[in-house]
């Protein structure tokens, strides 16, 4: 997870490719596991956390041999980054692509493989240009390497590639020529392992009210929403509230952000009314898929969470109230789209080696002793 850079709304939009033979709609909260810390449990003690809490999906960020044998037979859905360093590889040859699958998918036959993410808030204009030649080289490596056919491609975008998010009904995609082409690939596939990219929220624009909601730069999104599309895989994207009302707590009140009762906002463009800043977002990226022409991507929330110290409003106090409000809250979809939206909370454990703001260290659901942060019920 990565500080998000938009005051009014943040959060993440991922593009992926989903692995047929893998049922959906059964694994409602997952939480990412980081590993960015000298002090963390082994991977099977990790795994034994998340079986004892009943946490039946996992997310991390890269592929590694040990946490994948630990998951092998535990039936723990999977959402596993490729990493950003071998995009380039990846988009330049296809036969990269299959020895990529064969070194970090086909080993390893007992993991529930969910979604493969392609990229995770890439924001230069070099490295987007490899998101989409990557997933489509993913998606068509040949067997017995090779995703298509079982596994759908996909790549995950800022939250600004959505611009006019409020109200929700107002969201359209910024930049079609970009995001077109990648809705349309997930929409096409609808297998259930995904492969996508992830990136910063900031990819969608004019975020209130949610109906405004607009991809920032179409140019970028357009093709990749086009792929998604055409695939069936998609949209994840990353939702902070915290970092919406971290920079903006005048307007944004605190219950508001962490699913406390007592503030409500309407939505005068689709005639909803909100009760937390979180569907507001998820909604504006809906908005914004509708405006694209791509009503029928799927919309995954590939991390959410709230920090419980290091800086303004992060407090246990507050990240409880978020955590344990998303984990009530999911099941039941938004305003917009009712039924339970898959949502992935970030993070399992504070991490003491993370850098940049000091709230980044304290993102965990439980310390590195696996003793819980606070009180959270799944």
């Not at 339970?340 to 703001?357: V, W």
Request: proline share 8%.
């Amino acid at each position: 997870m990565a500080k998000q850079g938009v005051a009014s709304m943040l959060a993440v939009a991922l593009v992926l490719v989903s692995l047929a033979a893998f049922p959906r709609g059964v694994h409602s909260i997952g939480v990412c596991n980081g590993v960015i810390g000298n002090n963390l449990p082994s991977p099977s003690d990790v795994v034994k956390l998340y079986k004892s809490k009943g946490i039946n999906s996992m997310r991390i960020y890269a592929p590694e041999s040990n946490v994948l044998k630990a998951l092998s037979g535990t039936g723990i859905g999977l959402l596993m980054d490729v990493g950003n360093g071998v995009l380039p590889g990846l988009a330049n040859d296809p036969s990269a692509a299959a020895a990529w699958v064969k070194a970090n998918v086909q080993p390893y036959p007992g993991v529930s493989f969910r979604y493969i993410a392609v990229g995770n808030e890439v924001m230069d204009s070099d490295g987007q240009k490899t998101i989409l030649p990557a997933m489509k080289n993913l998606q068509g490596a040949p067997p017995p390497a090779g995703l298509g056919g079982r596994v759908k491609v996909s790549t995950s975008v800022r939250f600004d590639v959505v611009t006019d998010t409020f109200p929700p009904s107002n969201g359209v995609f910024a930049d079609l020529d970009y995001m077109g082409p990648i809705l349309d690939f997930l929409a096409s596939t609808g297998a259930p392992l995904l492969v996508s990219t992830s990136v910063r929220f900031d990819v969608v624009t004019d975020t209130f009210p949610p109906s405004n909601g607009v991809f920032a730069d179409l140019d970028y999104m357009g093709p990749i929403l086009d792929f998604l599309a055409s695939t069936g895989a998609p949209l994840l994207v990353n939702v902070y509230p915290y970092f919406a009302y971290k920079g903006d707590p005048q307007n944004i009140k605190l219950n508001y952000a962490t699913f406390t009762p007592g503030t409500t906002v309407n939505d005068d463009g689709n005639g909803l009314t909100y009760t937390n800043l979180f569907d507001a977002m998820v909604d504006s990226i809906y908005a914004a898929l509708e405006d694209a022409e791509t009503p029928g991507v799927k919309v995954v929330v590939s991390e959410s969470g709230w920090p419980s110290d290091g800086g303004f409003g992060a407090t246990a106090q507050n990240a409880r109230a978020y955590n344990q409000g998303l984990i009530n809250h999911v099941g039941g979809g938004t305003p917009k789209r009712s039924g339970p939206l898959e949502t992935y909370m970030f993070a399992m454990f504070n991490e003491n080696e993370k850098k940049g703001d000091p709230t980044e260290n304290h993102f965990g659901l439980f310390n590195p002793d696996k003793s819980a942060a606070y009180s959270i019920r799944f």
